[in-house]
């Protein structure tokens, strides 16, 4: 019989619903939230019937079901039935001819973003990137941030990370140091940051430190040789330690997936690793039901203090939700007037 406190782990599956052996594995371990992707995203009925199986598998009303949308090339509900959101990086292009005109377009898209997603009872989009993008960023960050400049970066994200929590959508920023400096896909490859704390205080980890009080925060593969020259940031409890003393963030902490190539181990291994560096929740978003398994084999029940945080994070949602057409529209119209992308 599973634990009545929820394993500090997020899994996926890989379809539209769940299946018999999926939903006796789900009631049998009560990982403490679900993790979907396009291959499980159709439309608003079928997102509402798989978001209730999982959370009667489990359970837990307040389970959660959490997604990449961002914006951009990195939102999973685009298929046609929602509208299509843009990435930070055209924000920050507006801000270069009107720095409010942008704040108020991008406070306008996380609104209509994150009701969209409250009201398919998905919890949060995991977002915003918060990372710097300089000259030789790899372009899995590129425009998914708001450039290089950590002022207007923390700045704009505050933005957006209000306008989520008004509509009841968890921001979750990412990743937490800053992944601003990467130049391989941590889906293929390791990353590795030389550059010293000193530097990173005023540059890559600013807008973390200055948005501290976000509620969740991923982060994510690689290593910085200051810092842990052996392992990756999300298995490393010096840089766990780095994350909650020196930049003094007390929220809940999330892996990015563990499933990249830019770890080594098994799946079990992999979630050990994470959970053993201090950090609240694994992310082992892959669908198959074996790996999920082994995943679960090694996780463990959460923690009172990310029990704590949790419930923290959770206190700070609103309740309100806006017109999603209407004010997708009107950032569209700001855009096209402007001139912009």
């Known amino acids: 019989m599973a634990s009545t406190t929820p394993l500090a782990l997020f899994v996926g599956m890989p379809g539209y619903e769940l299946s018999a052996d999926e939903i006796a594995f789900f009631r049998e371990t009560n990982p403490f939230g679900l993790f979907l992707f396009k291959r499980n995203l159709d439309n608003h009925d079928q997102i ?91 372009d899995i960050i590129s425009s998914r941030s708001l450039g290089s400049d950590p002022e207007l970066v923390a700045e704009f994200g505050r933005v957006a990370i209000e306008a989520l929590l008004e509509v009841g959508s968890m921001p979750i920023m990412k990743h937490i140091p800053g992944y601003g400096r ?68 007390d929220g809940v902490l999330i892996t990015d997936c563990l499933t990249m190539d830019a770890l080594t181990g098994s799946w079990d291994e992999r979630v050990t690793a994470a959970l053993d560096a201090g950090y609240d929740i694994a992310l082992h978003s892959q669908g198959d039901l074996s790996q999920s398994q082994a995943a679960c084999k090694a996780a463990r029940p959460l923690s009172e203090k990310s029990l704590e945080r949790i419930a923290r994070a959770e206190g700070r949602l609103g309740t309100h939700r806006v017109d999603v057409h209407a004010l997708h529209a009107e950032v569209e119209q700001i855009f096209r007037e402007r001139g912009v992308a």
């Open 182 to 249: 990467v130049d391989v896909d941590p889906h293929h490859d390791l990353p590795v940051v030389r550059a010293s704390v000193e530097e990173m205080m005023d540059t890559d980890f600013l807008p973390f430190i200055r948005l501290k009080d976000t509620p969740w925060a991923m982060v994510a593969h690689l290593i910085f040789t200051q810092i842990d020259p052996d392992l990756p940031a999300s298995i490393s409890p010096r840089v766990c330690e780095l994350i909650r003393d020196t930049l003094d963030y």
């Open 48 to 138: 509402h019937k798989l978001v209730s199986q999982f959370k009667e598998a489990v359970g837990r009303d307040d389970a959660p079901v959490y997604i990449d949308q961002e914006g951009g090339r990195v939102q999973r509900l685009d298929n046609g039935n929602w509208p299509l959101f843009r990435p930070l990086g055209h924000f920050a292009a507006l801000a270069k001819k009107d720095r409010e005109l942008a704040k108020h377009a991008l406070r306008q898209s996380h609104l209509a973003m994150g009701s969209m997603m409250s009201d398919l009872n998905i919890g949060s989009g995991t977002t915003p990137v918060v990372d710097l993008a300089r000259p030789g960023t790899h």
